[in-house]
């Protein structure tokens, strides 16, 4: 039987953000990601490191660095979004 999906819980909103991002549906993906980092009381590096790449593939990197930069003020071992914020940064 297939997990149903509440639109509600993190970490399902973090998987339809995904989900969106594979698609390249990314102002979907942004906004499910939005909806996940505001269902939670605890800062989660990973839904700001997704909201960094949906950002970063429509091309606006100033909200693409911000979110990495977020990422690693909860994470500062994140590889991941040192990784892509510091290829943007270079832009």
């Not at 997990?3 to 989900?19: S, Y």
């Not at 698609?23 to 979907?28: I, L, M, V, Y």
């Not at 990197?61 to 914020?85: I, M, S, T, V």
């Amino acid at each position: 039987m297939e997990k149903e999906i509440d639109p509600g819980t993190l970490e399902d909103l973090k998987e339809v953000g995904r989900f969106y991002l594979l698609h390249q549906r990314f102002k979907e993906a942004i906004e499910s990601l939005k909806k996940a980092d505001e269902s939670s009381n605890v800062p989660d590096p990973e839904v700001y490191y997704l909201l960094g790449m949906a950002y970063e593939s429509i091309r606006n990197y100033e909200e693409a660095r911000k979110y990495y930069e977020k990422a690693l003020q909860y994470d500062k071992d994140f590889a991941l979004a040192k990784e892509r914020l510091e290829k943007i940064v270079g832009k």
